[in-house]
């Protein structure tokens, strides 16, 4: 048998164990949490009679679900609401170990509160590559003076998906 036909026949034999071990392709997980959090506002008066301002939240996230991300989080929201009622920021959810989940966050008015959508752009340490989403009614619950707010995350839920399995 020719050097060539042994490679060949040897290729052949392996090749269903390379595509075993392949990585699986990303899918969706889904996740579902709660997040309460105190910290400030500042506001500034508007045309509209709404006022415009920024905030900076942070407090306790708790996750569950079949993500990789059932687990409990340090949540942090920074943004700025425009006084006509769209608000924009970025958070962080710091773990345990430090590894950290990051998002931009976009809202708007609605009776109740605001309805806040969340995009998942990555992650570091285990949740490195993590891409998804989220959205939550996000209710005020307590205005203290000085601008000290506090709040609670309603219905918060989305989905993750990551290039390999989160760890």
């Known amino acids: ?9 040897l290729l052949l034999a392996l090749a269903p164990v390379v595509a075993a071990q392949a ?13 309460t ?8 008066s508007t045309e509209s009679g709404r006022p415009a301002g920024t905030f900076r939240l ?8 079949e993500s990789g991300l059932s687990r409990g989080f340090r949540g942090e929201a920074l943004g700025y609401d425009n006084g006509a009622g769209v608000l924009v920021g ?6 345990e170990r430090g590894d950290r989940v990051y998002s931009q966050l976009r809202s708007e008015t609605v009776a109740t509160g605001r309805l806040v959508t969340g995009t998942i752009t990555g992650g570091s340490g ?3 590559g993590l891409l998804g989403e989220f959205t939550f009614e996000w209710q005020y619950i307590v205005p203290g003076e000085g ?7 309603i ?13």
């Open 1 to 9: 048998m020719s050097r060539l036909l042994r490679v060949g026949l």
């Open 23 to 35: 990585p699986p392709a990303a899918e969706w997980r889904t996740f579902e949490g709660t997040w």
């Open 37 to 44: 959090a105190s910290g400030e506002r500042q506001t500034l």
């Open 58 to 65: 942070s407090g306790a996230l708790a996750l569950t679900g």
């Open 90 to 95: 970025r958070s962080v959810w710091t773990d």
């Open 126 to 128: 285990r949740y490195a």
């Open 147 to 153: 601008g000290a707010i506090s709040g609670r995350a």
């Open 155 to 167: 219905g918060l839920r989305g989905r993750v998906r990551t290039p390999g399995a989160a760890r």
